[in-house]
């Protein structure tokens, strides 16, 4: 492989595709272009779809696009497409549902085989370079298909036909059911606990996810007044067990994605955006609801491992990902450390602290390298303290300074890769956990920057005619020829991120643009037909998507960020709370309705719909704090304590008060000229007597949650 030779991916601005720009094959982007070339040489499309992140599309690249002789076989057999899934979740989300109809399984390195017209008719995931461990090699499995393309073409079409139909008929489902409420929603409940493990912590058996959102539907279950029985043990263990795991980096702070034991221990290293902002809001919540010290702590250190490597301080904006891997030949060993490792970068005083503390041994816990250790909490620190022989306070003291010390060493080390990537909805998800923290934790810091980032994403992405595009920047001042369009979810979380934004500063713009936004959204994607939204807006009359992208989705899952549909309806809801909009509030019902006869069969993935389900059947509380000064602050901070999704917290000047949404604007009272600071606990279309004591806003808050 030369460096010098380049392929149709130089052009691209992903920086997954130009990771691949010097390989053999001649590979192209997705688009018309390649579907073109295909049609006119009649030609199968290897489509293969991965991340930056991904170790295995790694290993896949180098294993088999950088071998000449497999590259000379895709390029005599094939038009080669790559595709980025985090540029381009639409093109992933419908193959992976081809390609799972086909194999059973799905993930990434996706590997597919297409039609010209990009249909697909086999495919699968990791291809090793040679027949092992039941799996076939690449280049048999390249000639296989591309001689059952030339010489049974019509098995192909006719398999091409049936995935097609497959991926439609799993697109389209729907189980309507009016009138879903309480009862539907305590069923989720039910089922979230049912798989809850109380001994470790966390959702199922390994591989083990943190599932967010069904975190947040048992902390808001737990927060009310008639709290559900076991859901607060569940949600705080989950978060207590996960904080002390190996999934937690115990040096810089923030989650990798996912632990590959039941234990949290060992991890798939990368780090997300989207994984560390809905933690951050766990973590802010548990806190928020009761009062847990070490649940403030993690959200700290995560939201500073974002600020110094997922963020860009100086324009605003949260960067997508950092790698699990420095090289194909590191397995995690910048985040890990054998016993040698460690004691070369500290004291014999630090290393008899934090050697027991992160269960630092000479039998570690990798399996390439048994001599590695995933740093991680076992035992209490007043246990290690007294193994030691000494007090806690000098085992805290020589842990903080471990802790400094292992950083800095690793800072030493070299660095997995940043996307730099700026992406819409992942930038409204951090946006909006910017804020909660920032309000919870008393961070001016971080609102600061929250609202820097909005104002970089709605002057960046959003445009005149009230689009969205899915990309805010590229790394390196990049730029695509043509934006990608963007999907639900880059509307609905935006929207979401500005009505934060309006609650906690009170400027009218951010309420002004959430509402754009959400009348976009139903425009673009509402199935006025059927109910619910769609993850692509329509095309106008005429204009056709390239393979099975004309097959219109209608999320419903969180996996692995929350679904749009229930994102969708929770947007409208607050809307429609501000501004009285009972057409929003109809369509959010039946979004919900759409689904409710089957939803509960979706055990932790629909966490995101019960949240949406809790905010419509609960009546919307609003807390307006009104003035500048201590006591204001003391209000806020009174009004925001207690997590529960139908409950918003306004923080207003007075000289706000004439520039409201229209409904709230109806419902607050004519208020006293006193410039003294005040409360009001609005529910529905009625506000309690303004108050300005905390004691009375603590018996106001009683009556309304």
Known sequence: ????????LAKAASAYLRSAMHQPVDWQEWGPEAFAKAQAEDKPILLDIGAVWCHWCHVMDRESYEDPLTAQIINDHYIAVKVDRDERPDVDTRYQAAVASISGQGGWPLTAFLTPAGLPYFGGTYFPPKDQHGRPSMQRVLLTMAEAFQKRRGEVDESAESVLAA??????????ASNPGAELHAKLIAATLKQFDARNGGFGGQPKFPHPGAIDMLLDAASRTNAIAGTRDAALITLEKMAKGGVYDHLAGGFHRYSVDERWVVPHFEKMAYDNSELLKNYVHAYQSFGAQECAR????????IDEWLSDQDRGGFYASQDADFSLEDDGDYFTWTRAEAAAALSREELAIAGPWFDIGELGDMHHNPQKNVLHILQPLAAVAKSARV???????LLASAKRKLYAARLARPTPFIDKTLYTAWNGMCISAYLETSRVLRIPEARAFALKSLDRVLDSAWSSDASMAHVVAYADGLARASRVAGGLEDYVFIGHAALDAWETTGELKYYTA????AASTVTRFYDTQGNGFFDTESLPEGEQRPGVLGTRRKPLQDSPTPAGNPVAASLLLRVAALNGSEDYSEKAKLTLE??????EHLGLYAAGYALALQ???QPPVQICVVGEDALADELEGIALARFVVNKSVIRLRRDQLGSLPPALAETIPNLPSTATSIALVCTGRSCLPPVSDAEGLIAALATAI
């Open 1 to 8: 492989m030369s460096s010098e030779q380049v392929n149709g």
């Open 167 to 176: 991926i439609e008929e799993n697109e389209t489902f729907n189980e309507t």
């Open 298 to 305: 993690v959200a700290f250190e995560t939201m500073q491992w």
């Open 391 to 397: 007090t806690e306070d000098d085992a805290t003291a």
């Open 514 to 517: 959430a509402e754009q936004i």
């Open 594 to 599: 759409n689904f409710a006869g089957m939803v």
């Open 615 to 617: 905010r419509m059947i």
